[in-house]
């Protein structure tokens, strides 16, 4: 059997002629055409005026909190259900994280703790420097709730949209509500460089201070002159060029992930003690991973259960993100909350989300959950089983 990656590359039919014209050009380095199409054609999409092609999401962060005056000693705000990626550039800049817990109805930073942290920061006279915020698993976090807050205390937003490139918040695509936004084109993400990275603004200011910074930070100079520590931080020509190809396709797999996402409904969403992420009726999410909580006690059987029998399908399943107050490296940082986090944490489960998955694929993967499902049921004489929906599809 063939293994089902969580979410691998799916490549469209133009990258490698595009790819193939970098080679012939010879930029092959990081500037070019390619990265300059690539830049103007992903910010008419998200509709900003400005982008700038980065060699990965955590370059993207790192420059963002850089340009926002991030300086030791400050702390940034960020949610704890994310990946470590989220936060580690605060740290880079010698400021420390502050985690603030999740709300259970979107997974997302939960802007009553936002509003809570940052009364207290204000009365102590301790705001934080910025907020990241992320919108996990391609689904937008509540930026009008969580803007109103930031402009009111004057603290400057990153959204890390790394995951959820494609959705939207209230008819606007998500990456564009902070002061800077950040894209990821890891190779597990919706599109794919291999790896890269956007930062994208409405302040052309902010965006051409990144670029220097991403060069080595040059001075306008006939010799090599520095003022500032620069950063090796563009994307290359060559990658730039995939990337087009990848964002010519980009509705394409939104769709098929979102189709996944239903798929996976269908046949599940009746199973006792199986939820799905809840999707959040401010927005249309990406469904970059199809994720699901199980409760031992109503599914009989555990997250650890069902996670076993898909490895031994040869099919790749992964808990939820461990939240980043529970990771070694964040011990001693400072935490609002984190029980809504902890428990998705425990029963989370992220299923395979490809876009180029067929219903072979799918019907391997939910067999085995329903077979997980049935197994863990003890039967009983008089019990109604809830009949699993797996064959329809
Ligand atoms: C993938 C990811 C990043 C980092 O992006 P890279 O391109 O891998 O550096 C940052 N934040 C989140 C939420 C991510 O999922």
Same mark, same amino acid.
């Given at each position: 059997?063939k293994?089902?990656?969580l979410s691998?590359?799916?490549l469209?039919s133009?990258e490698s002629?595009?790819l ?9 380095a990081?500037?070019?055409?390619h990265?300059d199409?690539?830049e103007?054609e ?5 509709d900003?005026?400005?982008a700038?092609a980065v060699?990965s999401?955590t ?8 340009l926002l ?10 949610p704890?259900l994310t990946?470590?990626a ?8 010698g400021?420390?994280?502050v985690f603030?817990?999740?709300d259970p109805a979107?997974?997302n930073?939960?802007?009553d ?6 009364h207290?920061g204000?009365?102590?006279g ?5 907020v990241?915020?992320?919108d ?9 709730a969580?803007?109103d ?7 400057p ?11 939207s ?7 564009t509500f ?11 993400k919706?599109i794919?460089t291999?790896?890269?990275g956007m930062?994208?603004s409405?302040d +052309?200011a902010?965006? !051409?201070?990144?670029r220097? %910074?991403a060069?080595?930070?040059? &001075? /306008? @100079?006939?010799?090599y002159?520095?003022s ?12 730039a060029?995939?990337?087009r190809g990848?964002l ?5 797999r939104?769709?098929?992930?979102r189709?996944i996402?239903?798929q996976?409904h269908a046949?599940l969403?009746?199973?006792?003690g ?5 999707? +959040?009726s401010?927005? !249309?999410?990406?469904?970059? %991973?199809?994720?699901?909580?199980? &409760? /031992? @006690? ?10 076993d ?6 099919v790749?399943?992964?808990p939820?993100?461990k939240?980043?107050?529970l ?6 940082c400072?935490?609002r ?5 902890r428990?998705l944490f425990?029963r989370g489960?992220?299923l395979?989300?490809g876009? +180029?998955?067929n219903? !072979?694929?799918?019907e391997?993967?939910i067999?085995v959950i329903?077979a997980?499902?049935v197994q863990?049921r003890?039967?009983?004489s ?5 009949r ?6």
């Amino acid at each position: 059997m063939k293994r089902i990656y969580l979410s691998p590359p799916h490549l469209g039919s133009d990258e490698s002629e595009l790819l193939q014209d970098a080679l012939a050009s010879n930029w092959i380095a990081p500037l070019g055409p390619h990265v300059d199409a690539f830049e103007k054609e992903f910010a008419q999409l998200l509709d900003v005026p400005h982008a700038a092609a980065v060699s990965s999401g955590t370059a993207a962060l790192h420059l963002a909190l850089k340009l926002l005056g991030v300086c030791p000693g400050d702390t940034v705000i960020c949610p704890t259900l994310t990946f470590c990626a989220s936060a580690n550039p605060i740290v880079y800049e010698g400021a420390r994280p502050v985690f603030l817990d999740v709300d259970p109805a979107t997974w997302n930073l939960d802007p009553d703790l936002l509003e809570a942290e940052l009364h207290d920061g204000a009365v102590n006279g301790r705001l934080p420097r910025a907020v990241v915020v992320v919108d996990l698993y391609g689904q937008s976090a509540d930026h009008d709730a969580i803007l109103d807050l930031c402009s009111h205390y004057e603290v400057p937003v990153v959204e890390d949209a790394a995951e959820a490139l494609g959705a939207s918040y209230k008819g606007k695509m998500v990456g564009t509500f902070g002061q800077l936004g950040v894209f990821s084109f890891n190779g597990n993400k919706i599109i794919t460089t291999s790896g890269g990275g956007m930062l994208v603004s409405h302040d +052309a200011a902010l965006l !051409e201070r990144a670029r220097f %910074l991403a060069t080595q930070a040059r &001075d /306008p @100079a006939p010799h090599y002159q520095h003022s500032a520590i620069g950063y090796n931080y563009r994307l290359s020509n060559l990658l730039a060029a995939v990337g087009r190809g990848q964002l010519r396709v980009l509705r394409e797999r939104v769709a098929a992930r979102r189709r996944i996402f239903q798929q996976y409904h269908a046949a599940l969403a009746d199973l006792p003690g199986l939820r799905f992420m809840p999707h +959040a009726s401010y927005g !249309e999410p990406n469904c970059w %991973l199809t994720c699901i909580t199980l &409760d /031992p @006690a109503e599914f009989g059987a555990s997250r650890e259960d069902v996670c076993d029998a898909l490895q031994a399908a040869n099919v790749e399943a992964r808990p939820l993100w461990k939240p980043l107050h529970l990771q070694p490296i964040f011990a001693d940082c400072r935490v609002r909350g984190g029980a809504v986090a902890r428990r998705l944490f425990e029963r989370g489960l992220c299923l395979p989300s490809g876009s +180029a998955m067929n219903d !072979e694929d799918m019907e391997r993967i939910i067999g085995v959950i329903c077979a997980v499902y049935v197994q863990g049921r003890p039967s009983r004489s008089g019990e109604q089983r809830p009949r699993a929906r797996a064959a329809v599809i």
